[in-house]
């Protein structure tokens, strides 16, 4: 790569090979589009999510906690949820933007994704609030309960869709995303560093497109229990995929993705710590599909788990945790684990860090790793 004055030139660059307009990528106003439409999306998040909370409040949108979770979260227990949709409201409103400034009507696959995992999402907390289980808190008046029965009502109290049935519909959405991808965006390759021409995936491109999506959706929906965590390694991820499309002169994605993080910082105005509103699976579900969208659209989306470190680390502790309990509950009659709680951000607490602690470290870890992300995308 050779920088020449403001701009950003290259003779050999890999990335610049699915550029629809090859000097756009020289042009550094794209850059300043998109970081006004993150203060835009800031903005926006910030007029949004007074009347949004004063409404959560009053309708007593309040999230339950989780009973095996660590003990200094059960205060929160009420806390309204759904705050997702102020991030969502107002990246819908810089997506219009987008389209009235680039014409790209490439944009409607992100606008899609931010709409339907964002209702599956909303469904999911509707069914979570405080106040819709107490009949499930007693057992039956006569005392008669069976054992199936007493299980059933306890797997009840988790409340929410079931995690079977929430996947399913995000492998829906994201195979629906993964054809869209490969049929009228005409997208089936990935770049990999240090290698300068991309790898064709043909017929693997969706089954992997696919997948991925509704992981890394569930990845951030797994990362979201602790008071900016989620909102803040968002933001830095959507920065970094901001500046690879940059990088690429891909105009939708620079803008969508600096638009985005606006829109969570300007959530985490109201989810700092003590947080007045929760982000939700309303919020987390899409943030997680959104990412992974603008990735597959960098054709980047290998450097995806590096970028989104946080997240897999979240996720594979969950995956870990079940899998080791299952195999030595199997092998011995008794389920062991090998982290306290999960996800990992629980197990932490369990160890002593505050809640703040492991937020700010996760982020910063988060950050260094989109930053990471971006170097191998150079090269």
């Not at 929160?76 to 759904?82: A, E, F, L, V």
């Not at 901001?242 to 891909?250: P, T, V």
């Amino acid at each position: 790569m050779i920088i020449e004055g403001n701009f950003l030139a290259s003779n050999t660059t890999k990335i610049g090979e699915i550029v629809t307009n090859p000097t756009a990528a020289l042009e550094a106003k794209w850059i300043a589009y998109g970081l006004g439409l993150a203060a835009v999306g800031f903005v926006l998040s910030l007029i949004i999510g007074r009347p949004l909370l004063a409404w959560l409040r009053l309708k007593k949108i309040g999230k339950s906690i989780r009973g095996d979770g660590p003990e200094s979260h059960i205060v929160k227990t009420g806390t309204p949820t759904m705050g997702g949709i102020m991030i969502i409201l107002a990246i819908l409103i810089v997506c219009a933007l987008v389209i009235w400034i680039t014409g790209r009507w490439s944009v409607l696959l992100p606008i899609g994704i931010i709409i339907s995992c964002g209702v599956l999402g909303a469904v999911d907390d509707m069914l979570s609030l405080v106040g819709w289980d107490q009949a499930l808190l007693t057992q039956p008046e006569n005392g008669i309960e069976t054992k199936r029965e007493k299980r059933r009502r306890l797997r009840r109290l988790n409340r929410g869709l079931t995690a079977r049935f929430k996947m399913a519909w995000l492998l829906v959405i994201s195979l629906i995303a993964a054809i869209v991808l490969n049929g009228p965006l005409d997208l089936e390759k990935v770049y990999v560093p240090f290698i300068r021409e991309p790898l064709v995936l043909g017929w693997l491109y969706i089954p992997i497109v696919t997948i991925v999506i509704a992981g890394f959706s569930n990845a951030v929906n797994l990362t979201d229990g602790l008071d900016t965590l989620a909102g803040l390694t968002c933001a830095f991820a959507f920065m970094a995929y901001a500046i690879i499309g940059f990088l690429q002169g891909q105009d939708q994605v620079v803008l969508i993705g600096f638009a985005a993080a606006g829109a969570c910082l300007g959530f985490l105005w109201y989810n700092a710590y003590p947080a007045h509103v929760f982000m939700g699976d309303t919020g987390s579900l899409t943030l997680g599909a959104l990412l992974a969208v603008l990735a597959f659209q960098t054709n980047q989306w290998l450097l995806l788990p590096i970028i989104g470190g946080v997240f897999v680390a979240e996720a594979a502790s969950v995956i870990i945790q079940v899998s080791y309990f299952k195999i030595t509950k199997r092998l011995t009659g008794t389920g062991k684990r090998i982290f306290k709680i999960t996800p990992l951000h629980h197990h932490f607490e369990k160890s002593g860090w505050s809640e703040t602690q492991v937020s700010v470290r996760f982020a910063l870890v988060g950050m260094v790793l989109a930053m990471v992300g971006v170097a191998l995308a150079l090269l």
